[in-house]
């Protein structure tokens, strides 16, 4: 199985500054297709998750654009360029190209 | 309005079992693969299984398979998960879920609470 780890696991940030999560698979993330099925999920205290980022780098509809994603085959990060109080909660990155699909462990985000 | 709405969960004894509803509504259901997807309070979010558009293709997580069983009722715009044989360790908030890989879609529930003891 796809095994997605995150690191930092806790995120301290400060409003205005840039942060960044990253996520590693332990395999190629990229389907015999050529997509890459890589995204991004947030999931604020008390919420259920929303996607953030799908293939690696397209924003879900509605999200900021202070939020990007990047990488490829096993190394992907996801970057804020500038915090705002809602971004605080827990990020997680999800891997769609191999069954079973998984989830990395999450990263907590807090001000 | 997209939305989906889980029932079902409860408290059920070890070895027992329970079924799970979502019920979806503001988009096409029968064109979209559904998810579930699991939750232990404080803890992180475990994909559970997923089924393909009409029903033809089923997918799960080691944790569960050959215990759970993904359905759904396209006429009905209705997801079911049956859960046998439950564990302690199913213990957890079940996420009804739709995305798409290739789109900018993607609607989650407000979940539903499973708790397994004696």
Known sequence: DVVMTQSPLSLPVTLGQPASISCRSSQSLVHSDGNTFLSWFQQRPGQSPRRLIYQVSNRDSGVPDRFSGSGSGTDFTLRISRVEAEDVGVYYCFQGAHWPQAFGQGTKVEI | ?118
């Open chain 2, 1 to 118: 309005e997209v939305q989906l709405v889980e029932s079902g969960g409860g408290l059920v004894q070890p070895g027992g079992s329970l079924r799970l509803t979502c019920a979806a509504s503001g988009f096409t259901f029968s064109s979209y693969w559904m998810q579930w997807v699991r939750q232990v309070p404080g803890k992180g979010l475990v994909w559970v299984s997923n089924i393909n558009s009409d029903g033809s293709s089923t997918n799960y997580g080691d944790s569960v398979k050959g215990r759970f069983t993904i359905s759904r009722d396209n006429a009905k715009n209705t997801l079911y998960l049956q859960m046998n044989s439950l564990r302690v360790e199913d213990t957890a908030v079940y996420y009804c879920a739709s995305w798409t890989s290739m789109t900018s879609f993607c609607v989650w529930g407000q979940g539903t609470t499973v708790t397994v003891s004696s």
